[in-house]
């Protein structure tokens, strides 16, 4: 495998950007195919809502998120290119082990090993996108990589409320982890490892940093903790309401359902479709279309404004997610499907706007030597907090609701999650000043005053 430089023509990094986020949207598949098919796993199992929180957030997050700093400090040591093609085979096979699964405990086990196998595939990436583009271009960049949140969040519930449908929930998950397996010898061999800091300035340390040193930098720049903090209280409700939102729309919309959709081609509706098919099509089509556009949005702003104002990459997410607490708490009081469609759409958008700034700026502040490993800090900190406790939290307040208010406690489940985009916000709009001097200039060079953006 040879090493890619800077001087990679245009259609290159166009085909290797593509090729990470084809990679990126199979980890959302599979991470987030267990939305759409808790439906059927839940009635074959007998599991609560609570288990179900467990088994998709918590046993997902345990390993994840921590086993992705080890990896990390491996990727910025060795060959990034094979580190991912080694975890993108293993989430797969352990995507298929899940669907031998016969209970709560091997369904848990299951899901912790897929964990352990999308450690390796996130962090080192982002060090791949920030030696393929340049500074000005990085937010856009990582922004177009983070696609994979929601189109394979999309894909995986569209596709998982098909094969479901069609076949049964066991065949979805064989189905999804032999693609990835597939896809995984194609990846190794048209990616080429970058050239690490060519793109940073002369005299960038490349050689990887000990774990101390990378810590040791990270605690002198108080927005990198800001920005993972803030980022994790959104991703909260992010992971909440990707996991939750299928249920919700069967449970409180099931009957409306097939008449909303009736858009969707004849020759898409197998005969026996139910409400879990219909349920993922509305989904699945309000995830593509708001995410990707939140997405896009996000790293244009902060690609066009961020040469002269580096709190942009923390006050353009603040603003998002503050906009996203009254659309989303309309969105779901809405009794009319249709209106909960076009409701959904924006704050959508706005909630996943943060990635390209926020990564962007997390590439930024370190030098090449750390970036890897600092990405998968940010990672640990958000995954530990917003995956590994927002699917259960919604799972188990829903359970505390349903006394009370029966087959619309996922309702208020949710409403008392959007409070978390507040808490995200005010994180973010604290770092802002604090972006100019936390950014990374230059081994060689030392940063601008504090003044300013």
């Not at 046993?59 to 700093?69: D, H, I, N, P």
């Not at 597939?182 to 050239?195: N, Q």
């Not at 097939?258 to 699945?284: E, H």
């Not at 990635?355 to 962007?360: C, F, R, V």
Request: glycine share 12%; hydrophobic share 50%.
């Amino acid at each position: 495998m040879t090493t890619e430089t800077p001087t990679a023509s245009a259609g290159y990094r166009s085909y290797v950007l593509f090729a990470l986020i084809v990679v990126y949207t199979f980890n959302f598949i599979d991470r987030q195919i267990l939305g759409i098919l808790a439906i059927p796993i839940q009635a074959d199992l007998g599991l609560s809502d609570t288990q179900l929180g467990l088994m998709r957030g918590v046993s997902f997050a345990l390993f994840y998120s921590t086993l992705g700093v080890p990896v990390a400090m491996l990727a910025d040591r060795w060959n990034r290119v094979r580190i991912m093609t080694i975890a993108l085979t293993l989430w797969s096979a352990f995507t298929m082990v899940c669907g031998l699964a016969t209970n709560f405990t091997q369904m848990f086990l299951a899901r912790m090993a897929v964990g352990v196998g999308e450690a390796g595939g996130v962090a080192p990436a982002y060090s791949i996108v920030s030696d393929y583009f340049p500074p000005d271009k990085r937010a856009g960049a990582l922004g177009a990589y983070s696609f994979g949140v929601p189109l394979g969040s999309a894909i995986g519930i569209v596709f998982g409320g098909v094969i479901a449908t069609v076949l049964d929930w066991r065949s979805a998950f064989f189905i999804v982890g032999g693609l990835g397996i597939l896809i995984a010898p194609i990846f190794l061999l048209t990616v080429r490892e970058p050239k690490r800091g060519g793109f940073d300035a002369v005299g960038s340390k490349t050689t990887a940093a000990p774990f101390g040193e990378v810590m040791a930098t990270l605690l002198k720049k108080p927005s990198f903790w800001l920005l993972s903090i803030g980022g994790a209280f959104s991703s909260i409700v992010a992971y909440g309401m990707f996991a939750w939102m299928p249920a919700f729309l069967v449970r409180l919309f099931g009957d409306e359902l097939p008449g909303a959709m009736s858009w969707v081609p004849s020759f898409l509706i197998p005969p026996n479709a139910g409400p879990v098919l219909y349920a993922a099509y509305f989904y699945g089509a309000l995830l593509a279309v708001g995410g990707v556009f939140g997405i896009w949005l996000g790293g244009a702003v902060a690609d066009r404004y961020g040469a002269k104002f580096k709190g942009i990459y923390a006050l353009a997410p603040g603003v998002a997610f503050l906009l996203t607490v009254p659309l989303m708490i309309f969105g779901l009081n809405t009794n009319s499907l249709v209106t909960t469609f076009f409701a959904f759409l924006l704050p959508t958008a706005f909630s996943l706007a943060w990635l390209g700034p926020a990564l962007s700026a997390f590439q930024n502040m370190v030098g090449p030597s750390m970036r890897a490993t600092s990405g998968a800090t940010f990672l640990l900190i958000n995954n530990l907090i917003g995956l590994g406790f927002g699917d259960f939290f919604i799972g188990r307040m829903s359970d505390f609701y349903k006394t009370e208010f029966g087959n619309e406690s996922l309702r208020y489940s949710m409403l008392t999650a959007v409070g978390f985009y507040v808490v995200a916000a005010i994180l973010y709009f604290i770092a802002t000043p604090r972006l100019k001097k936390d950014w990374h200039y230059g081994d060689a060079q030392s940063a601008p005053a504090p003044s300013g953006g």
